[in-house]
């Protein structure tokens, strides 16, 4: 039996967030560890906590037995956090819950393990560096001192590749 060509990608005529493509690009993987939408790993520290969220991460959403059950969370923790994280599962359970639709998750079980660290970011130029003047120029009009640092790192990043 012959496949039929997958159809042609959907061209957009505008610029498109990361944030829209999450769904898209992780689809295969989010589904086979039971994520069927990306929503619960993009929103993990509005259901634990930035503390938590430094320490725990979803692993997995495990369907339940029969019809009408809800899904098993498992939560991997690290270290000792485990223990404190087992005070706050019924507020982790509603608020997964929230996210993914009421009754989504019956039971949230935790399993202990390493959880991978986001990568370092890196430091802030030092104030008298080497900025792009122009860069420099077209921010000033900026309050926010660390947006208008972050924003010109990016113009330099963008200049020297």
């Known amino acids: 039996m012959a496949r039929t060509p997958p159809p042609e990608p959907e061209r957009?005529?505008?610029?498109?967030?990361?944030?829209?493509?999450?769904?898209?690009?992780?689809g295969v993987a989010f589904r086979r560890f039971g994520f069927a939408r990306g929503a619960l790993l993009m929103?993990?520290?509005?259901?634990?906590?930035?503390?938590?969220?430094?320490?725990?991460?979803?692993?997995?959403?495990?369907?339940?037995?029969?019809?009408?059950?809800?899904?098993?969370?498992?939560?991997?923790?690290?270290?000792?956090?485990?223990?404190?994280?087992?005070?706050?599962?019924p507020q982790v359970e509603a608020r997964a819950n929230r996210i993914l639709g009421?009754?989504?998750?019956?039971?949230?079980?935790?399993?202990?393990?390493?959880?991978?660290?986001?990568?370092?970011?890196?430091a802030p130029p030092p104030a008298g560096g080497t900025r792009q003047p122009a860069a420099a120029a077209n921010l000033q009009h900026i309050r926010d001192p660390e947006l208008r640092l972050a924003l010109e790192a990016l113009a330099e990043t963008v200049a020297g590749s």
Request: glycine share 14%; with cysteine.
């Open 102 to 122: 009421c009754g989504a998750v019956a039971r949230v079980r935790l399993v202990q393990g390493a959880v991978p660290r986001p990568p370092a970011r890196p």
């Open 12 to 26: 957009r005529a505008r610029p498109v967030g990361i944030g829209e493509l999450l769904p898209e690009v992780g």
């Open 43 to 89: 929103r993990w520290s509005e259901v634990v906590g930035p503390v938590y969220a430094r320490w725990s991460v979803p692993e997995a959403l495990r369907p339940g037995r029969g019809r009408g059950a809800g899904a098993t969370l498992v939560i991997r923790v690290e270290g000792a956090f485990a223990t404190q994280m087992a005070h706050v599962l």
